[in-house]
């Protein structure tokens, strides 16, 4: 940590609600602690072109309830070779960065930890992702508020769903991840949800309609995880209108509008918390590690297991929505 002087801050991969917040606190921990900080904008293509400015408190005013994030994010193709990793250690040097810390998901992760064992360069990750899918932490910085966004669409849906008696499948965002859907469907009282993790084991749509969710009700709500595993909610609507004719069936993907919004008091929190821990795990030496939440606690978690280690889902959620959707 001795020779750590300036320190670099990206974000990276899809953009998350709460990423603003957690720039203003890596920046003001960072100057708090006497270090020199310079953003990179466009994540690791920005690094690898230059797009290099210092930050200073002034520059981070007013973003915490800012959706998307101020540093830009870009996928780079080019960082994923030797070539463009090389390039982008150049500039750090040139631009005198003793340290970097990254926001984003897996990918940006994963690339982090390229990089930092190819050059022996230390680096720290906060996790910033809707999709919740992250080893090692709780909660990844934006998860808390796409979760409310689809709560408020669901919402509005069931009231057209109610009017028309229609079976709705509505696809949300996930990945290979079923957080938001299983999730999103006990807070809106949603009557089933489809999610990768259980798609191999059952025929999730014959399990929905040999359980009889339409017995006690004119309207029906699915939410379905957008996966090629789970096939999304266009294949389980072209399924039923095959084999369930009598369903009148529509479909609503909620696509990027998960993304976006101002972050909620949670997610505001936690990267609050998560960046001033960023910056705290470098002081105190830390390197190649991401910082999660654990049961309410600052925890610093290596690269290798965050990005290995599959998040597990708890399935005793499953049986919660079949309880409650009766």
Partial sequence: MSGIRTIGILTSGGDAPGMNAAIRALTRTAIFNNFRVKAIFRGYKGLITGEISEFKTQNVSNIIQQGGTILKTARSEEFRTPEGRMLAYETLIREEIDALIVVGGDGTLTGARIFASEFNYPIVGVPGTIDNDIYGTDSTIGYDTALNTIIEAVDKIRDTASSHDRLFFIEVMGRDAGFLAL???????????????????????????????????????????????????????????????????????????????????????????????????????????????????????????????????????????????I
């Fill in 183 to 325: 999730n999103g469907a006990i807070a809106s009282g949603a009557e089933a949800a489809i999610i990768p993790e259980i798609a191999t084991e059952v025929d999730q749509l014959e399990e929905l309609i040999k359980n009889g969710f339409r017995k006690t009700k004119n309207s029906s709500i699915v939410l379905v995880a957008e996966s090629e595993i789970t096939g999304g909610a266009m294949h389980y609507a072209d399924r039923v209108k095959r084999e369930y004719p009598e369903y009148d069936v529509r479909v609503v993907i909620l696509g990027h509008v998960q993304r976006g919004g101002s972050p909620s008091a949670h997610d505001r929190i936690l990267a609050s918390r998560m960046g001033n821990a960023a910056i705290e795990a470098l002081i105190e030496g830390q390197r190649n590690i991401m910082v999660g939440i654990d049961n309410d606690k600052v925890v610093y978690v290596p690269f290798n297991q965050a990005i290995k280690n599959d998040k597990p889902l708890d399935k005793e959620l499953l049986k919660v929505l079949r309880t409650l959707s």
